[in-house]
């Protein structure tokens, strides 16, 4: 089993749609939980951070975080085409040692 | 703003060359990371430095080295370049171990 699991993809949503990004951990310890947004051909950037459970907006983007289920997700609202690249969960491992990074899923937003 | 810089933005070298890939930042940061992506196994983690001269191994250091003479600064090193190790390279750094990471633009490296 993966440390951080991604579906793949390619996800690929109407514009103006909800793209829902899922992401699993298997460290139950695991205490801080990121988004990455990377463009084809850059470099990755964060776009959301959290660290409890529940819920965390920032304009369209929900960060949501199941720390019993071990499962941290991202919402995107009112999806655009500029939104389409590669999303990136990362969490950081218990004693907060490392950043452990998932695979990616691509997000393909249609206009 | 943040940045951080990586001397190459493309890179190709021959099977056997000694390989350089700088990378520095600008903000202080304790913390400097380097990885490497390659298609369907994501970010892979290769050393990371959390002190000027102290270095730790990622998953995947073998054949590599780094250097971490000032704090802004932090260079890979690949002893004998392989073709196994064509790969885009990306430098971040973060002011904890526990916090988000920025990362510099990439090298894509290849190897003849």
């Known amino acids: 089993q993966k440390e951080v699991e991604q579906n793949s993809g390619p996800l690929s949503v109407p514009e103006g749609a909800i793209a829902s990004l899922n992401c699993t951990y298997s460290d139950r310890g695991s205490q801080s939980f990121f988004w990455y947004r990377q463009y084809s051909g850059k470099s990755p950037e964060l776009i959301m951070f959290?660290?409890?459970?529940g819920d965390k907006e920032d304009g369209r983007f929900t960060a949501q975080l199941n720390k019993a289920s071990q499962y941290v997700s991202l919402l995107i609202r009112d999806s655009q085409p500029s939104d389409s690249a590669t999303y990136l969960c990362?969490?950081?491992?218990?004693?907060?040692?490392?950043?452990?990074f998932g695979a990616g899923t691509r997000l393909f937003v249609k206009a | 703003d943040v940045k951080v810089t990586q001397s190459s933005r493309y890179l190709v070298k021959r099977t056997g060359e000694k390989v350089f890939l700088e990378c520095v930042q600008d903000m202080d940061h304790e913390n400097m990371f380097w990885y490497r992506q390659d298609p369907g196994l994501g970010l892979r983690l290769i050393y990371f430095s959390y002190d000027v001269k102290m270095k730790e191994k990622g998953d995947i250091p073998e054949g590599y080295s780094v250097s971490r003479e000032k704090k802004e600064r932090f260079s890979l090193i690949l002893e004998s370049a392989s073709t196994n190790q064509t790969s885009m390279y990306l430098c971040a750094s973060s002011r904890d171990r526990a916090y988000e990471q920025y990362f510099g633009p990439g090298t894509r490296l290849t190897v003849t």
């Open positions: 990362a969490v950081i491992n218990t004693g907060g040692f490392k950043t452990i």
């Open positions: 959290i660290y409890s459970n």
